[in-house]
Each structure stands twice: as structure tokens, then as C-alpha cells.
């Protein structure tokens, strides 16, 4: 069974404090690994997708970077804008059809 | 085309009753997902759409939820005879392509008393 392992739970960062979230996985047969914001009360947002090892995006102070085992979000220098929890996920292919397996979250809290 | 609606936003509902909440997906999406999330946790697969076709339905689904995609468009999902385990965020998703990121919505919050 697929499994996603998010570390950790909680982060709190100082404005300006760099710092990783850790995203873990045991799937067979990686398709993807994504990864969303998600502010309280609302859906999650698409912030990148990774499909290979080695393989890095980046977005504003976001750079999300894939292993054969775990994935991290680096945050550079973050502002309170980017408070929120943060959700890994990874497909694979299951009785033919793609699944998409979710983690619980980091929730990051940036203190101005 | 604003991403994707759903409707109601909050659903209160006494234990027992049955409850539609509806999901209308970016329009040229043919891929349709429903997803449940509580607190604290990350969203749990409930069922997946292809056009009309209802493809995948999770195991952990019991037959008190039926969902259906009429014409290939909106989609409802509704939960019969609630129990307070009901209780959570229902999200609906839409994408065009097999392994790009989904497009979520705002999510209905139900609640059971």
C-alpha cells in the first residue's frame, strides 16, 4: 500500500528563516509526486509536480526538490504570506487506474 | 471559467437525514475526483470520474454514498442516512490530464448533529 509521511507536523519560522519540509514515500511505481498549499477553510492549491529523481522546480521562494525516497520543499526566506500547510502527494497506478495518495500535511506558521 | 465551484459551502444536517452537495468542475476537464478531509488530516480518495464514467470508487466508500456525473459535466455526491463520522470537508477536484495537478475546490463542510 502507498504511503506518504510528512515531516514536520509543525513548523515555525521566523520572517527571513530559511528552512525544508520533508515529504517521505514508499509506492510502487511512481507516477508523480505533487505538492499543494492549502490555506484554512479552502482546497488545496497546485503549487508543482515532480515525476523523476534528480528533477527540481521552483516557484517564487518555493523550490521542491525528488528523490527515489522523499521529496522537500525549501522555503527561502519566508513572509507570513506563506503561513498555510503545506500537502504532499503521490500517484501510482492501481487496478489500472491512477491513485493519488495524500500525506497529512506540514503546517508552517511565519512569524513577522 | 473561475476553477472549480461547489455548492453548498457548509451543510449542517441532523444525523440520519440525506444530503447532495454538488461539484462543478473547470469546463474542460474531463477528469472529476472526490476527496474527504478531516482535520488535521491530508484529503482521502473517495471516488474518480472520466467524462460520465464513474472509474474508481474507494473501498473505505460504504454503499450509503453514491456519486454520479450526468453528461459528463457537474457532478453530486450523496450521502444517505448521515452518521456524525460523516462529518468533514467534502473537495471535489478536476484535471485534463492523467498526472497533472488537480484543480480543487473550495470544499462543502458538512456537519452532523
Known amino acids: 500500500e502507498d504511503q506518504v509521511t510528512q515531516s514536520p507536523e509543525a513548523l515555525r519560522l521566523q520572517e527571513g528563516e530559511s528552512s525544508s519540509l520533508n515529504c517521505s514515500y514508499t509506492?510502487?511505481?511512481?507516477?508523480?509526486l505533487f505538492w499543494y498549499r492549502q490555506d484554512p477553510g479552502k482546497g488545496p492549491e497546485f503549487l508543482f509536480t515532480?515525476?523523476?529523481a534528480g528533477e527540481e522546480k521552483e516557484k517564487e521562494r518555493l523550490k521542491a526538490t525528488l528523490t527515489k525516497k522523499e521529496s522537500f520543499l525549501h522555503i527561502t526566506a519566508p513572509k507570513p504570506e506563506d503561513s498555510a500547510t503545506y500537502l504532499c502527494?503521490?500517484?501510482?497506478?492501481?487496478?489500472?487506474?491512477?491513485?493519488?495518495?495524500f500525506g497529512t500535511g506540514t503546517k508552517l506558521q511565519v512569524i513577522p | 471559467d473561475t476553477g472549480v465551484s461547489q455548492d453548498p459551502r457548509h451543510k449542517i444536517t441532523k444525523r440520519g437525514q440525506n444530503v447532495t452537495f454538488r461539484c462543478d468542475p473547470i469546463?474542460?476537464?474531463?477528469?472529476l475526483y472526490w476527496y474527504r478531509q478531516t482535520l488535521g488530516q491530508g484529503p482521502e480518495f473517495l471516488t474518480y470520474?472520466?467524462?460520465?464514467?464513474?472509474?474508481?470508487k474507494s473501498r473505505l466508500l460504504s454503499d450509503r454514498f453514491s456519486a454520479e456525473r450526468p453528461k459528463g459535466s457537474f457532478s453530486t455526491l450523496e450521502i444517505q442516512r448521515t452518521e456524525q463520522g460523516d462529518s468533514a470537508m467534502y473537495l471535489c477536484?478536476?484535471?485534463?490530464?492523467?498526472?497533472?495537478?488537480?484543480?480543487f475546490g473550495s470544499g462543502t463542510r458538512l456537519t452532523v448533529v
Open positions: 502527494a503521490v500517484t501510482s497506478y492501481s487496478g489500472g487506474y491512477q491513485k493519488v495518495t
Open positions: 470520474f472520466q467524462n460520465e464514467a464513474q472509474l474508481e
Open positions: 469546463s474542460e476537464h474531463n477528469r
Open positions: 509506492v510502487s511505481g511512481l507516477r508523480g
Open positions: 515532480l515525476y523523476s
Open positions: 477536484a478536476s484535471s485534463s490530464t492523467e498526472n497533472y495537478g488537480y484543480t
